[in-house]
Nanobody, 123 residues
Framework: QVQLVESGGGLVQAGGSLRLSCAAS????????MGWFRQAPGKEREFVAA????????YYADSMKGRFTISRDNPKNTMYLQMNSLKPEDTAVYYC????????????????WGQGTQVTVSS
């Protein structure tokens, strides 16, 4: 059974940084592309970043390029999202996901999802 557990969210001031983690279990982590998505209140879930199984390729939403960095540690079965220069508009619940059903992996059609972690950026 696949489980994805996010952690690292919290309250931070604008301009600050956070690092989110997504711990995966249930199958061979390195085989699967992983993604980060976020959903703000009253808005649709949106793509943030994705990374292929071997970390050879990464994908970012345009608004996150240069501020967010996705990475993974396959031996630890963990994916990360380093978020710098945070803005109030980055406030959302952040979700990790595994195994996209479409390519490129920028749509929210993934087979497995975590429960989410709240990120709140104060102005």
């Amino acid at each position: 059974q696949v489980q994805l557990v996010e952690s690292g969210g919290g309250l931070v001031q604008a301009g600050g940084s956070l690092r989110l983690s997504c711990a995966a279990s249930g199958r061979t982590f390195s085989r699967y592309t992983m993604g980060w998505f976020r959903q703000a209140p009253g808005k649709e879930r949106e793509f943030v970043a994705a990374i292929t199984g071997s970390a050879t390729n990464t994908y970012y939403a345009d608004s996150m390029k240069g501020r967010f960095t996705i990475s993974r540690d396959n031996p630890k079965n963990t994916m990360y999202l380093q978020m710098n220069s945070l803005k109030p508009e980055d406030t959302a619940v952040y979700y990790c996901a595994q195994e996209p059903r479409r390519w490129p992996p920028t749509s929210d059609e993934y087979n497995y999802w975590g429960q989410g972690t709240q990120v709140t950026v104060s102005s």
